[in-house]
């Protein structure tokens, strides 16, 4: 049996060649992104957000929640593809990516599927919790600050339905996760989240080799 691949530029080309369904509403959304300081970096690749339409197509998501807007790429994707009646709430902890997003939300005639909480996204998350009650959502998609994931996750597992998927993004984190020096709250966090979900009876688990790291759980 084959091992990796390794994801050369050729061949992710070829890749996107063959597969990538793309639009000019897309197009320019990455593209005024990849122009911000560390844009590209935070930036969602767009293969995987197309992964992310396909997982709430495939779930039947109806009430997505996702944790970490920036500038809305990912949440276009998703809103994209709820079925008719479909909410997404995301939140941010600034008005000033989302505010990058909105027009490209309008233009691709979504924006009335999304709710946007601006704070601190424990206390949005806390929030939900108390308003919506334990298993509102059918998916929740993690991307923000990487020090917070481990909180993050417990609040998902509380907030998505058993059944339902949670989605946690840069779970390879730039291959930091496997080097030893790096120490730092960010890389650590990371780390040591993913050992813990290896060990969580609590879900079923994928991590998949693309993007900066993807890990998919099912809430059993």
Request: glycine letters at 8%.
């Amino acid at each position: 049996m084959a091992n990796q691949l390794d994801s050369t530029p050729g061949l992710l080309g070829y890749v996107r060649d063959v597969s990538l369904r793309d639009d000019e509403i897309l197009r320019e959304l990455r593209r005024e992104t990849a122009d911000l300081p560390g844009g590209v970096a935070m930036q969602v690749m767009a293969e995987e957000g197309q992964l992310l339409g396909m997982l709430v197509q495939l779930t039947g998501a109806a009430q997505v929640l996702e944790i970490g807007t920036f500038t809305g790429y990912s949440t276009l994707c998703m809103a994209r593809a709820l079925p008719v009646g479909g909410r997404l709430v995301t939140c941010d902890i600034t008005h000033r990516w989302p505010a990058i997003a909105a027009p490209y939300w309008r233009r691709a005639e979504v924006a009335d599927r999304i709710e946007l909480r601006v704070g601190d996204a424990v206390d949005t998350l806390a929030a939900l919790s108390a308003e919506r009650g334990p298993g509102s959502f059918d998916l929740a998609f993690i991307d923000a600050d990487k020090a917070n994931y481990p909180t993050y996750y417990e609040l998902c597992v509380d907030l998505v339905r058993p059944g339902g998927l949670i989605i946690i993004d840069n779970t390879l984190f730039f291959g930091r996760v496997i080097d030893p020096a790096a120490q730092d709250a960010d890389t650590v966090a990371v780390r040591e989240l993913n050992a813990t979900l290896c060990d969580d009876e609590r879900v079923d688990l994928s991590l998949l080799v693309m993007a900066d790291g993807i890990t998919l759980l099912r809430k059993r």
